[in-house]
């Protein structure tokens, strides 16, 4: 008898949490295009592995070249990022330029770094390129 009000108000608390749990943005894209971003993606984080272990390392100049190749502005152009844009919403597009941005600042700071010994600058920025990451994840799904 009890069972059955408990239960309602369970399954309503539970919608509730998994509302509260995922207010991202819904972007609908064409699946080709979906599945080129998602394959990109992947390559963004095996990116960001190749950059820490190279860090790690000691190879300045390797991050800066994996950074700018495969997640920097030149990253951009091969990507078809202008093909893309269209689709996005503006704040989407402006956190994808961000990252951009952020990577090739990243590679900017790991050559001073293969120069000066010092690498604190190169991770405070490979850290704002990942800022860029958790940005947009957090705003928008595609799925
Ligand atoms: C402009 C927005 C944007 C940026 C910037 C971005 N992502 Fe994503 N990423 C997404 C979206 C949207 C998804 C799909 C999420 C969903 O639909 O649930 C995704 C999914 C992924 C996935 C899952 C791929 C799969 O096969 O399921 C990985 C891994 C990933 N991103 C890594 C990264 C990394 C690493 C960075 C930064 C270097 C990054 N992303 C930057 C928007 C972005």
Known sequence: MKAFPLLTVAL???????????QRQFVQLPQMMRDHMMHNMRDHLLALQT????????EYDAAADTAEQRLGMSAMQRHGAAHMAPY?????????????????R???????????GEPSKAFGALSDVMAACVACHSAYRVH
């Open 12 to 22: 309503a608390v539970l919608a509730a949490v998994a509302q509260a749990a995922d």
């Open 51 to 58: 950059i820490t272990r190279q860090l790690a390392d000691g």
């Open 88 to 104: 996005m919403p503006g704040g989407m597009r402006a956190a994808g330029t961000a990252m951009h941005r952020a990577a090739s």
């Open 106 to 116: 990243f590679a900017v700071a790991a050559r001073d770094a293969s120069v000066d």
